[in-house]
Each structure stands twice: as structure tokens, then as C-alpha cells.
């Protein structure tokens, strides 16, 4: 007999796996952004993925933002990418 999997945990298993496809999503409208020369094409390509990338990182009311799981994130070793986060998430706001 399988033990149920508790609310708490289902949420949180879905906040990752919709963050992570999030991420490909971003990852994915990049690498189309370097790729193309189609001004109209490189700017819908670049608000893709500024949405997608901080998507995770907001207030919704589906499945959460991903500060509730990491508090300090961004908390990258490189102050740089700290940056990178902070200027995509005011591009975004």
C-alpha cells in the first residue's frame, strides 16, 4: 500500500518542475535571440525569455514563487550573476 504524498510536497514537486521548464524556456528563447538577425523576432525572442526566466522568482497564485523554497536566492558565488538576476527582474517589474 502506497503511502499518500502530503499537500505541502505536491506543491512544492510542482513549483520546481514549472520553474525548471521555466528555465528551458528562457534557456530556449536565448538561444533563438543569438540566433536571428529579425529585429521584430529578437525583441519578442528577448521578452520571452525575460518573463520566463523571472516567472519562478515572482508572486502568482498558482503554484508560488521559488523564494519561498530559497529565501536568498539570488545567493550566486559570483557577484556578477547576482546582478544579471537583479537587472533581468527589473527589466521584468
Do not use: W
Not at 508572486?59 to 537583479?86: C, K, Q, T, W
Amino acid at each position: 500500500m502506497s503511502a499518500a504524498i502530503p499537500l505541502a510536497s505536491q506543491k512544492r514537486l510542482l513549483r520546481l518542475i514549472s520553474a525548471r521548464t521555466d528555465m528551458q524556456y528562457a534557456s530556449d528563447a536565448f538561444r533563438r535571440f543569438k540566433e536571428t538577425d529579425d529585429e521584430g523576432a529578437r525583441y519578442h525572442l528577448f521578452l520571452g525569455m525575460v518573463v520566463a526566466y523571472c516567472r519562478p522568482f515572482t508572486e502568482n497564485y498558482g503554484v508560488g514563487s521559488l523564494l519561498s523554497e530559497y529565501p536568498s536566492f539570488p545567493d550566486f558565488a559570483d557577484a556578477d550573476m547576482n546582478i544579471r538576476h537583479a537587472r533581468l527582474m527589473d527589466l521584468r517589474n
